[in-house]
């Protein structure tokens, strides 16, 4: 079984865990896990720029004060084996290295010489073909001394005689970058930025938080993992996308499991009810989408769309009395119903009615409270399997920042909060992007769903889903899943309407789970479009990509 997970995104103390109990075991050691670190990366490397594997080459390696280093040296000798030259500089005292990082230090001692670090001696060397950052990896969580910053930044490439590119390799991350949270600490908001990124990162056993998470991907560069033969009971995966999350360990939206891609029929169709076989539509479900005034129909048309086109059998868009006409001129296979008030949508609204989505294009105030909390209220009696699920967007929570707790105690476990951060601030201000210090996307999240009682999905590239009880993942909408052309007006409303419709169908999965599969299916039909993209492409494009999960 291969030792390497590429789906969970630990965190800095979770992967301690795993290494020590592996050590404590006594079925391995530190220095052997640092032996194979160090030979993966140098794979790694090679299997990238596979003209570094042919001929001689020279590395400049920075080595750090602890066990980063320590991988440092076992790349520096086994690069030496290849027959390159390789200069080695120390950040900190060889004497207090951790001992399998000294013993390290020591062999490679052997081979050959280590400078303390200076960086006017760093710049002072022969151009190298490959960078190694092997000073701070998993673990740090403090700004990087101005002198290491300085080395360190990708300008300082340019101190060398211009030519080839130099490639840079960073070990477990570039230094700097906190692996838990994606973002760099900075003791001074002034101070000016120093820039540490890298062509290819590689990670040990599992992707870190911090990979997928802020800054993590564009410093990161091309991720690899490396299996250094982590093999004991805590070091599989534990939940696969599709199934309940873990409550401890974050994972990441995409259809992998134990390094083995999953049928698109499995995940995402296993999570399309409509896939899944014959049924009449109301087995489908009936989604009401509640839209806006004259005027501000868009936003609640294009969500009523995009619900219908992800297998909803009905949809039903609920409008002012004066703004009937308006929608009747745009919509035909939706449905459409004149609603001024909570009272009239109690009266609208009966026991066939399986997902709500409110918010898009409804305006500020007391009316969309009290629109929401009828929706909260709605049950659906005894011909309902579960009740309706309720997915609140944009106005729908930005009418409750002066009250978010109103709004949290009439949430319930079938209703989704779906907040970009400008919202989330509004409804958390505690746990604003401003305010958040050492706590990350994840963490946040999960206070959130704990605090609202329901399913919070904070979007972004780094889009977050959590619900009560500490289950988490990530869709990162980065590297070849990156979607500038998303950023649009309307794109939030319509991922609104398709979490409303694929959670409709009587036989729909776990509610987190169809958020999951919803945010990778908005992400994959922007994809598919391309750049030109607005908002109401989404739900014309998605039939092609549904098209494809029958296999």
């Known amino acids: 079984m291969r030792g390497e997970t590429v789906t969970e995104l630990l965190t800095a103390a979770q992967m301690r865990a795993i290494e020590q109990a592996q050590i404590e075991s006594g079925e391995v050691t530190g220095l052997h896990l640092m032996e194979r670190a160090g030979r993966g990366a140098v794979g790694a490397a090679l299997a990238k720029w596979p003209e570094l594997a042919q001929g001689r080459h020279r590395a400049l390696i920075l080595c750090g004060p602890g066990n980063n280093g320590g991988d440092g040296f076992v790349i520096a000798r086994r690069l030496a084996d290849r027959g390159w030259d390789v200069d080695v500089f120390l950040y900190g005292d060889a004497e207090q290295l951790p001992p399998d990082a000294k013993t390290n230090h020591d062999l490679w001692r052997a081979m050959g010489r280590v400078a303390p670090f200076e960086p006017a001696a760093i710049r002072g060397c022969d151009r190298p073909d490959l960078f190694v950052d092997a000073v701070f990896g998993t673990g740090l969580t403090r700004p990087i001394p101005d002198d290491l910053a300085m080395a360190l930044d990708v300008r300082m490439m340019d101190d060398w005689t211009r030519g080839a590119a130099i490639r840079r390799l960073a070990i477990d991350c570039p230094s700097g970058l906190n692996l838990d949270t994606g973002l760099i600490p900075s003791s001074d908001e002034d101070a000016p930025a120093r820039v540490n990124s890298a062509h290819l990162t590689v990670s040990f056993h599992s992707l870190k938080a911090g990979h997928k998470l802020g800054l993590g991907p564009k410093l990161c560069g091309d991720l690899r993992v490396v299996d250094i033969g982590l093999t004991g009971p805590d070091a599989a995966e534990r939940a696969m996308v599709g199934t309940a999350p873990d409550a401890e360990r974050a994972r990441l939206v995409t259809p992998e499991f134990m390094n083995t891609a999953l049928p698109p029929r499995v995940w995402p169709g296993g999570m399309i009810a409509k896939m899944q076989g014959q049924g009449h539509k109301y087995d489908y479900g009936h989604v009401m989408v509640v839209a806006g005034g004259p005027g501000r129909g868009g936003a609640g048309r294009m969500a009523a769309r995009m619900a219908l086109r992800s297998g909803a059998g009905l949809v039903t868009v609920l409008c002012p009395q004066d703004a009937v006409t308006e929608n009747a001129c745009h ?33 500020v105030g007391a009316q969309t409270r009290d629109m929401v909390a009828a929706a909260l209220a709605h049950r659906r009696g005894d011909r309902g399997r579960r009740n309706a699920a309720v997915v609140l967007d944009a106005d729908a929570l930005t009418s409750f920042e002066n009250d978010p707790d109103t709004l949290f105690s009439q949430c319930h476990g079938r209703s989704v909060l779906t907040p970009h951060e400008g ?10 992007q401003s305010r958040r210090g050492a706590l990350s996307k994840i963490d946040v999240v999960r206070i959130a769903a704990d605090r609202a009682g329901c399913i919070v999905l904070l979007k972004g ?33 319509v991922l609104a309407g398709l979490v409303a419709g694929l959670a409709a169908p009587e036989t729909s999965p776990d ?41």
């Open 461 to 493: 590239e780094d889009t977050v889903i959590a619900h009560p009880g500490g289950g988490a993942s990530v869709h990162s909408a980065t590297g070849d899943r990156a979607v500038p052309w998303l950023a649009t007006a309307g794109a939030g409303d």
């Open 511 to 551: 509610l987190f789970c169809v958020v999951e599969a919803a945010v990778w299916l908005h992400c994959e039909a922007a994809r598919l479009f391309g750049p030109g993209l607005i908002a109401e492409d989404l739900p014309e494009i998605l039939p092609k990509v549904l098209r494809t999960l029958a296999s």
């Open 331 to 363: 919509l035909d296979a939706v449905m459409l119903r004149a609603c001024d008030s909570a009272t009239a949508f109690g009266e609208i609204a009966d026991d066939r009615v399986t997902a709500i989505c409110l918010g898009p294009g409804m305006g």
């Open 423 to 432: 919202e989330f601030a509004r409804l958390f201000p505690d746990l604003a």
